[in-house]
């Protein structure tokens, strides 16, 4: 037993170790054929697959398609991503557009909006003035006043926005310059290439990176063109297959009849035979085998005869044969089968139910009497008929399908020679890419260049913005100033009196320009520093006080009579207006620092410009080079003699060389002579619209002139008004301020309520510090009567003690001192 079980034991190691090496072997195997599968169709979207018309020579072949490389997919993805960020920019400008249209509606719809608002408003105001007399008339004047005020303001903000929307002498429609832009662009230019005066349109400019992006979409395109004709060729032979199932189907049933009948169809004999030496249909199926396979391979390594193969090549296909009748599972094949269609169906029954009576019918024989033989002709019509309508069906399907064949196989041939072109049009893309990328360096120089100059134009014209922007606050200052001046003046002659004697001393001091101390102009954080140096410069800040108090004290007082309030009125109107011309030097020194300023920009921007107009002068002479170095790339296209015509001087006939001759295309060619009447016709309407358009421009002048009559004739309507009513022309605005201002009287209202509702407090405070008065009153008058009560009942008690320490005297020792002690105490309690 013992043997026995180191036997086995060894046996088993030894399998363990057949198999190691087996699975070793396999694996070996396996990975070679994986590596020759990867490196020959690894890299294969499609390999080639012919798919074959039945008995005829039509045949089509899927293209052989090599996947794109990731370097490829990843260009593609990111030119989407810019063809797609370019799309949607574009739409957002024109959703911008249309919004700005809508805002533009929508601010006419305003306007007109105000337009009836201020007539409903005059309205109201002219209701409204008719009801005087009284304090609601007077408020409801204020109130129409206010509104009125309200009205011109109004009036005169639009009319200032109108003024700013006045177009300039020199302003032009952007609708008219966007038309010549396009004209300019879509200019049909028939001038050639390689003309000296031709000029690269910047939208035609070509670079390497441009060049690339139409490589990647020509790759993309071949790539996509091939995979959507392969998937048809894969799906017409999908179809095949389904082709083939059902003839297989009605050939099975046609021998059937064929049997009943004794009769034979000679012309569906291979139909569905394959040609000799035909590639496979599933060339995908290639790795895949089943038992058979490995049969026939055993038998090829231990070299069997042909014949003995032969022999159990017909052994099996008699065991599948009665393996598929028996309804077995056996080889799967490479297409499920489809259900039986109805006429096969229809044809099996039919054929079945005839069998069965041309059974009965011949096992009766001539016993069967006339009514049998006329059911067994009926029978034998029927399969004739039946086998008629087989035929006819499967002449159709087969001729339907070898038509689909040939004519993908033409739409093939079309899309062969279009992929040719392709591949030679990427060829010349190529030549072109390798001249690109020697200008690369030079293009890219001429670009940071001209970018350089754009960024510089960009921030100088920032500058020069900025600079007019502050040049503006200046002068928006300096008018404030101007007006603060004036206003000063104002005051001055108001303070002094128009008819006063003393005016013109008084203006002389006022006009005098006098030295005023340092301490004056220097503010808080400057005292500070001034007492901190006092210390160091004690007798040089004597020296210029005691001359600053020699020119200061110079003036000898106020004229004689004058109001010595008045005069001080007139120093310090004086101080302010000396400090008025002090801001104002100031101001004059920034504005004139921001006009150097604003020199030496527009100085900087004419240079700026000058060398922009050089570089791209120098681009464009470099793209003109660099288009003349790409005409001389040799192109490949495909023309037939029938598409040439020559309209040199022999007409008819092409010449030996065409060196000095144009390729132009028909199109192109009657475009050009169509041009011609297309232009007269364009000539036409422009003239015809100009003339249009003046009179237009002589209806739209006479109606400004009648505007602007019309406005002289109110002016004058209404400064005669004004005469006729103040004997002057007046100031509504100075008006307006003068008279009572509605939010003055609301918040009088609003005083006048405060104080009735003050009073009416007060006077409840007042009653209520009368009955708590009288509360007081009582309760001091109660209090006072509990204290007589306590007076009395304290001395009731003091005689009650007397007399009982009378009582207790009669016996006990008469020490008095004690009660007398209590009584004090008592006494001051009390």
Known sequence: QEYVKNLTDNMDV???????????????????????????????????????????????????????????????????????????????????????????????????AGEHGEGAEAAGSDAGDAVPGTAHGMTKGAEQRELRRQQRVQRKQEMNELEKTKPSDTYEDPRDLEAIAHAEATLGNYMLKTSESYQVPESQRMNAEKKRRQMYLLEESMHAIRTEFNQRVLALREFRQQVRKEVTRDLSALREIDQQLGTHTPWVVGILDDEPGAPPEYPETRFDYSEADLKSFERQLKGQSAAASLL?????????????????????????????????????????????????????????????????????????????????????????????????????????????????????????????????SKDAALVKKATKCRQDKTSIMHQIKECQDQLGERKAEIDQWHTEEQSLQAEFTELVGENSPFLQPLLKIYKKKVKRSKRKKMGAGDDDDFASDSGEDDEDSDGDSDEDDDELDDEVGPPLGCDVQIYDGVIELREKRLEMEDALQEIHKAVEELRKTHKKLMDEEKRIDHDQRATDKEIQSFQTDKQRKLNQVPIVFALRLSQVQCLGPEPGCLPEELEDQVIFTREGLNRVMSRITELHREKAEVKSSHKQLQKEFRVRKKEKNAKIQNMEELQAKFQDIQMLKFGQVVDLDLIERSAPNKYVQELQEKVTDAEIEHRRMIGEWEKRIEKMKKDLTKVTTENTSLMEQIVSMGSAQMELDSALNARIANVTVNDTEPLVEQRELEQQRL
């Open 312 to 440: 159990d090549d017909m052994n099996e296909g008699k065991e599948q044969t009665a393996q598929a009748a028996s309804g077995e599972p056996g080889t799967a094949s490479p297409l499920e089968a489809v259900q039986v269609p109805w006429r096969s169906a229809l044809a099996s029954r039919r054929i079945t139910w005839l069998s069965l009576r041309a059974k009965i019918l011949h096992e009766k024989g001539e016993a069967c009497d006339e009514l049998g033989k006329a059911v067994a002709g009926e029978a034998f019509a029927r399969l004739r008929y039946d086998k008629a309508q087989l035929e006819e069906h499967i002449r159709q399907i087969v001729e339907t399908f070898n038509e689909a064949v040939a004519s993908i196989g033409k739409e093939k041939a079309k899309l062969e020679s279009d992929l040719k072109n392709a591949d030679m049009k990427l060829l010349v893309l190529y030549e072109e890419l390798l001249m690109l990328n020697e200008l690369e």
């Open 14 to 112: 030894r399998i363990e170790d057949v198999k190691f090496e087996l699975a070793w072997t396999c694996e070996f195997h396996e990975r070679g054929r994986q590596k020759l599968k990867d490196y020959f169709l690894g890299k294969l979207d499609f390999e080639q697959i012919e798919v074959r018309g039945f008995r005829t020579p039509h045949r089509v072949a899927t293209f052989r398609c090599p996947s794109m490389s990731t370097e490829l997919q990843a260009s593609l993805a990111r030119l989407h991503e810019l063809i797609f960020a370019a799309g949607k920019d574009s739409d957002g400008e024109e959703g911008g557009s249309g919004d700005a249209q809508k805002a533009v509606g929508a601010g006419k719809t305003n306007t007109q």
